[in-house]
């Protein structure tokens, strides 16, 4: 698009946000739930949280949404697990020992974001290979003392943005 001094406008951003209260194990499975009803071939959520917020867990029950009855591990030592799922393969990464984002080539990121859904926990890992659109999922702890509760901010990036608008949470 060209803008009025003849030059290149930029594209806009497109982001939509949600605040979602999860008091428990149950509260995150149906979060997972209803993120697994919209997934398709292509789509990156970005997992984001400090340690045992419970960002393994969204996955296993993201896995479990989309009919997987395999164990889900935490791919901490293995960096990546691939579940053969419908929609598309699931590659769940782990990037907390990524030693810098050209390393996610080594895994597979490349044909995880063409060919199947990325899962990937400490997403900031991967600096700018990080796709533009996606789907932003941080886990928080609800307050210092809790054991249960969290909080969870969805930003939908690019076409995640209308597509989190129109989910019911």
């Known amino acids: 698009m060209i803008d009025a001094s003849g030059r290149e406008a930029e594209t806009p951003v497109c982001v939509s946000v949600r605040e ?16 697994a009803r919209v997934l398709r071939k292509g789509d990156v959520i970005a997992l984001a949280g400090p340690l045992g917020v419970g960002k393994t867990a969204f996955v296993r029950a993201l896995i479990a949404a989309l009919g997987g009855a395999e164990e889900v591990p935490s791919p901490t030592f293995t960096l990546v697990q691939v579940y053969d799922l419908p929609p598309a393969p699931v590659w769940h990464f782990d990037l907390y020992r990524l030693a810098k ?8 990121i490349e044909e995880s974001f063409a060919e199947g859904i990325s899962v990937i926990e400490w997403p900031e890992h ?4 990080l796709p533009g659109n ?4 941080a886990l928080a702890f609800a307050d210092a003392s809790a054991t249960h509760g969290r909080q969870a901010r969805l930003v939908g990036h690019g076409g995640w943005a209308a597509r989190l608008a129109e989910l019911a949470m």
Request: charged share 20%.
């Open 20 to 35: 979602v209260a999860l008091t428990d194990l149950a509260a995150t499975a149906r979060l997972a739930a209803i993120v």
């Open 134 to 137: 996606r789907l932003e999922l």
């Open 126 to 129: 991967l600096g700018a290979l």
């Open 101 to 108: 984002p050209a390393d996610a080539y080594e895994l597979g």
